[in-house]
């Protein structure tokens, strides 16, 4: 119970209550095991409650009618999804997968909608997090309609070496090590046949270097001169 209450504290909406009440709201966290490439949750289904990473990595994303796939947002330890349903009551907005061993935890929607009304500092965070996503959307809307494939895949590299990139949460300044192709292809709208093109062009103006599975940053301002090409 103590070791949830602490992982509580480190979801945003939860950081400011005091140790008894993050006691009592970790009896009521419901967890759940998940190997890599579990669903969590699907796209449609009634809303079960707020979700949260309490260790592991997930991605939330949507599937075209083609079968194309388009993350909306990466998240790791303490970071929440599936809170918009929580809050409007509709279903779930996307689907929800494991991305590599993880451990969810589920909080119902009740006990969560009771804070936000009795506690104004959660409300205030509830606010600040869905303003910060709402935020982040915008920007991958403009970088799709205005920005070429390389200079996507550059701005998304920088600006995970810069620990602000938009669509991920909970992963501090080295999340361009842990992104596969297909990842960073899903995130920045495009196929990962084209990605790889990207980046043999970022990698050919020394800008990184490929190791098997992981992208090494060797100049960010290069990145950052690509990615407003």
Same mark, same amino acid.
């Given at each position: @119970?103590? #070791? @949830?209450?602490? #992982? ?29 490439? #579990? ?71 009740? &006990? ?14 509830? &606010? ?14 403009? %970088? ?14 920088? %600006?995970? #070496? ?56 060797? %100049? ?10």
């Amino acid at each position: @119970m103590v #070791t @949830m209450a602490n #992982t509580l504290r480190q979801v945003p909406y939860f950081a400011d209550l005091d140790d008894a009440r993050l006691r009592a709201l970790a009896a009521s966290v419901r967890e759940r095991a998940c190997d890599a490439g #579990t669903m969590v949750l699907l796209e449609g289904e009634p809303c079960k409650g707020l979700g949260f990473v309490v260790s592991g990595r997930v991605k939330v994303f949507k599937v075209s009618a083609e079968g194309k796939e388009q993350v909306l947002r990466l998240l790791g330890p303490g970071r929440t999804f599936n809170d918009v349903p929580v809050f409007d009551g509709g279903p779930n907005p996307g689907s929800i997968q494991a991305v590599e061993p993880s451990v969810i935890g589920t909080l119902p929607k009740a &006990i969560v909608q009771e804070l936000v009304e009795s506690q104004p500092k959660v409300a205030a965070a509830v &606010i600040r997090v869905l303003a910060s996503r709402l935020r982040s959307l915008t920007l991958v809307i403009e %970088d799709l309609s205005l920005r070429g494939v390389v200079a996507r895949v550059a701005k998304l590299l920088y %600006d995970c #070496t810069q620990g602000r990139p938009a669509l991920v949460e909970g992963s501090g300044g080295t999340c361009h090590h842990r992104l596969t192709q297909h990842e960073i292809a899903t995130m920045t709208g495009s196929v990962r046949e084209v990605v790889q093109r990207a980046l043999k062009t970022l990698e050919r103006d020394g800008a990184i270097r490929m190791e098997r599975a992981r992208v090494v940053v060797l %100049d960010a301002q290069a990145l950052e001169r690509w990615s407003e090409s």
